[in-house]
C-alpha cells in the first residue's frame, strides 16, 4: 500500500513540497493498492469556515477516495482519547479479522463517550457543545470579558496581587496546527511576597489545582478554555493566596 501521514507538531516551511492525496488516489488506481492516510488529529470541523488554519476534514478525505484513514478520537476532534479508522469496507473488515483487533479495542466508556461527541457532530451543535471547537473559535473578547471578571474579583487592597490585562496569543496546538496563533488576552498577576514561581506552585497545590504559565515574575492566564462555571473556582483559589 502507499502511506501518507500528515505531519504533526511541526512544521517544514520553504523548498518544500507535499503530494496531495488525489494524486496519490490516481498513482494507486494504476497499480491495483490501498493508499493509506495518517491524518493525525482528525477533525470533522472545517476551521478554516470562520478564519482559522486550514486542516484537511476526515470527510474532505473520504470524498477523495482514500482507502484507509486513522486519526485521533481526542485532540481537534474532542472527543476521548482513541484511535479510529475509517474507510473502503473490504479493508475495515480485513482490519477488524486481525488479532490485535481484540487487543487493541476501547473499552464501552470510550465508545459511550466517541458515541456522544460524533452525534454532536451530526446534529450540528459542535461550535457550542464541543469544548475542544468551542474554545478554539472563540472570539478574543469573549476571552476579555471572562479576564476582566477576574480581575474585578482579586484587584483587593488585602490581597498582595498586582494584575494587569495584555493582549496575546492562544496556542492551537492539537498536532496538526503547531504554528496557528489565535489572538487573546492574558491576565499576568504578580505576588508581592514570594517568587512567580513559589507563586505557580501554591496554586497548583490549592484544593482544585491551578495550572499557569509563569514568566518571568509573573504568572499568565489565558481564560480561552475556562468556562463561567470555573471562573468562579479560578477566582476563589487567587483569594486565598495571600
Known amino acids: 500500500m502507499v502511506l501518507k501521514v500528515h505531519k504533526s ?62 486519526f485521533s478520537g481526542d485532540k481537534l476532534l474532542g472527543g476521548p482519547q482513541a484511535g479510529i479508522i475509517v474507510g473502503k469496507e473490504k479493508y475495515i473488515q480485513r482490519l477488524k479479522q486481525d488479532q490485535l483487533a481484540r487487543v487493541l479495542r476501547v473499552d464501552k466508556f470510550t465508545l459511550a463517550s466517541l458515541e456522544a461527541t460524533l452525534k454532536t457532530y451530526i446534529v450540528g451543535k459542535e461550535e457550542t457543545d464541543i469544548p475542544t471547537v468551542r474554545d478554539i473559535i472563540a472570539p478574543a473578547e469573549d476571552v476579555k470579558y471572562k479576564a476582566v471578571k477576574f480581575m474585578e474579583q482579586v484587584t483587593n487592597k488585602s490581597l498582595p496581587l498586582i494584575v494587569s490585562l495584555k493582549k496575546g496569543v492562544s496556542k492551537v496546538g492539537g498536532g496538526t496546527m503547531p504554528n496557528v496563533n489565535l489572538p487573546t488576552y492574558i491576565v499576568e498577576v504578580v505576588h508581592k511576597n514570594m517568587s512567580s514561581h513559589q507563586f505557580a506552585t501554591l496554586l497548583r497545590e490549592a484544593e482544585t489545582p491551578i495550572i499557569v504559565r509563569v514568566s518571568k515574575e509573573a504568572v499568565l492566564l489565558d481564560f480561552r478554555t475556562v468556562t463561567d462555571g470555573e471562573l468562579a473556582i479560578v477566582i476563589e483559589s487567587f483569594l486565598q493566596c495571600k
Not at 19 to 27: F, I, M, S, T
Not at 47 to 63: N, R
Open 9 to 70: 507538531n511541526f512544521a517544514i516551511v520553504e523548498f518544500t513540497e507535499e503530494v496531495e492525496a488525489k494524486d496519490l488516489a490516481k498513482l494507486v488506481e494504476e497499480y491495483e493498492i490501498p493508499i493509506y492516510e495518517d491524518l493525525g488529529s482528525g477533525t470533522l470541523f472545517d476551521f478554516s469556515s470562520v478564519g482559522i488554519a486550514k486542516e484537511p476534514t476526515v470527510q474532505e478525505q473520504v470524498a477523495k477516495g482514500i482507502d484507509i484513514i486513522s
